[in-house]
């Protein structure tokens, strides 16, 4: 990498320094209205980290809710769910991990994820392009300019089938090429909030 490309790049990153910008929150506390938040604000999932390589794209199906319990049955888990299509270069990132983000972004930043959710980052350094600021926490990636950050864990992942679809109309519209998505249910480990200026 040249130089100065290098401590642009440098520059620009930060490392959990941008946890001072948010605040940690109980998933149990987050107030969110899912359908809005996926079906018309859209958000950013990244996956990957500073060392490996990340990449990041815009999502609009999602659910967020709770699955399974662990050591005790009052102990529902936090979960959120996306459903990611085969051909998604974000994809090698959420298998080789097993964990993903979800970024939920404030209004001016809609290009950004028209961005993320249009070109491929096989092809080059959209998420640069679309003016985000990567921070890299442990072994995974949010953005800078996020209003509201889930750290997800991956618990179950599967492709979904046809045979699954009692609606088939929903397959012949979604899926022509029979390209089911994948479904990842990832337990909610951290949610990160802006803080208020
Ligand atoms: C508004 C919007 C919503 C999208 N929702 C999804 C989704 O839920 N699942 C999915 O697999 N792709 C979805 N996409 C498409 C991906 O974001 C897009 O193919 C992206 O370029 C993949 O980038 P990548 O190859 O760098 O991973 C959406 C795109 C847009 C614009």
């Not at 491929?120 to 300019?145: C, H, Q, W």
């Not at 209003?147 to 979604?174: I, K, S, W």
Request: charged share 30%; aromatic share 12%; net charge neutral.
């Amino acid at each position: 990498m040249k130089e100065d490309t290098k401590q642009q790049t440098m520059k620009d990153r930060y490392r959990n320094g941008g946890m001072n910008m948010f605040e940690q929150l109980d998933s149990k506390d987050l107030q969110i209205k899912p359908v809005e938040m996926f079906g018309s604000d859209w958000m950013a999932l990244t996956a990957g980290n500073e060392e490996e390589g990340y990449n990041a794209m815009t999502i609009a199906w999602g659910q967020i809710g709770t699955l399974w319990e662990r050591e005790t049955h009052a102990n529902r888990l936090p979960v959120a769910t996306c459903f990611v299509r085969p051909s998604r270069y974000t994809k090698t990132f959420i298998d080789r991990e097993k964990s993903f983000t979800l970024c939920l972004l404030p209004k001016e930043h809609k290009k950004a994820l028209g961005i993320l959710g249009s070109r491929s980052g096989r092809d080059g350094n959209k998420i640069a392009e679309a003016g985000l600021t990567p921070v890299f926490d442990g072994k995974m990636t949010y953005f800078k300019e996020s209003e509201l950050v889930l750290f997800c864990h991956v618990l179950y992942h599967a492709p979904l089938l046809e045979e699954g679809f009692t609606d088939r109309d929903l397959v012949d519209f979604n899926y022509p090429k029979r390209d089911f998505h994948t479904m990842y249910v990832g337990e909610i480990v951290k949610a990160y909030r802006k803080k208020a200026d």
